[in-house]
């Protein structure tokens, strides 16, 4: 079965200061990853996706991530924060098949101090 | 381009008590899924519809149920409404059911407060 664990249910960081959000996934096949971000009172946003291309994938806003299989690991970066990031961050990975699920992490809060 | 729309934007229902939420899809998306975000959580699925047809159900109570329309629109209705069915329900979009790369579009939601 899939599963994703978000390591930190919340991190705090000075603006100018890299992010470092960190997910590990189970899943018994190749899975598809994402990377979430919901802003208070407002949907959530795709920020990236791994879909077994490339390892490193660049989203919006300056994120990235990096698809790391022996480690089985997700874990969203930004190589400086702004006030702005801050927000609620979920890592996901799709289920997929004829389903096509998404299956959430808890969610990290990211505090974002000036 | 509109994106995903939910209706009501906020809803406050009693217990016992019935409630439909709307969905309508970016206009081409022909499949549609629902989660309930419980405070403090991530989302969780409920339900995929995809050209009318439920594809996956999630582990929710038979007191929820679904359905999608020929215009791809969706309602969630939940029955004999608990407590603990207070949740932001957010609606998602997407070109397909499944496939190698499953990106979907979600709605600002629906917060339901059951007093």
């Known amino acids: 079965a899939q599963s994703v664990t978000q390591l930190d249910s919340h991190v705090s960081v000075s603006e100018g200061t890299p992010v470092l959000l960190r997910c590990n996934y189970s899943?018994?096949?190749?899975?598809?990853l994402f990377w979430y971000v919901q802003h208070p009172n407002k949907g959530l946003q795709l920020l990236l996706k791994?879909?077994?291309?490339?390892?490193l994938v660049k989203g919006i806003n300056g994120f990235e991530a990096e698809f790391k299989k022996s480690e089985t690991s997700f874990h969203l970066t930004k190589p400086s924060a702004h006030m702005s990031d801050a927000a609620e961050y979920f890592c996901?990975?799709?289920?997929?098949?004829?389903?096509?699920?998404?299956?959430f992490g808890k969610g990290t809060k990211l505090s974002v101090k000036p | 381009d509109a994106g995903v729309t939910q209706s009501p934007t906020h809803l406050i229902k009693t217990r016992g008590q019935h409630v439909t939420l709307r969905c309508s899809p970016i206009?081409?998306?022909?499949?549609v899924s629902w989660y309930q975000q419980v405070l403090g959580q991530g989302p969780q699925f409920i339900f995929q519809?995809?050209?009318?047809?439920?594809?996956g159900r999630g582990n929710f109570p038979d007191r929820f149920s679904a359905r999608q329309f020929p215009n791809y629109s969706s309602e969630l209705n939940v029955n004999a409404l608990l407590l603990g069915d207070s949740a932001l329900y957010l609606c998602?979009?997407?070109?397909?059911?499944?496939?190698?790369?499953?990106?979907?579009?979600f709605g600002p939601g629906t917060r339901l407060t059951v007093t």
């Open positions: 998602a979009s997407s070109l397909a059911s499944g496939g190698f790369s499953y990106e979907q579009y």
């Open positions: 899943s018994s096949y190749s899975p598809s």
């Open positions: 791994y879909t077994s291309a490339a390892t």
């Open positions: 996901v990975v799709s289920v997929g098949g004829s389903q096509g699920n998404l299956i």
């Open positions: 206009s081409g998306h022909k499949s």
């Open positions: 519809y995809y050209e009318k047809e439920e594809r």
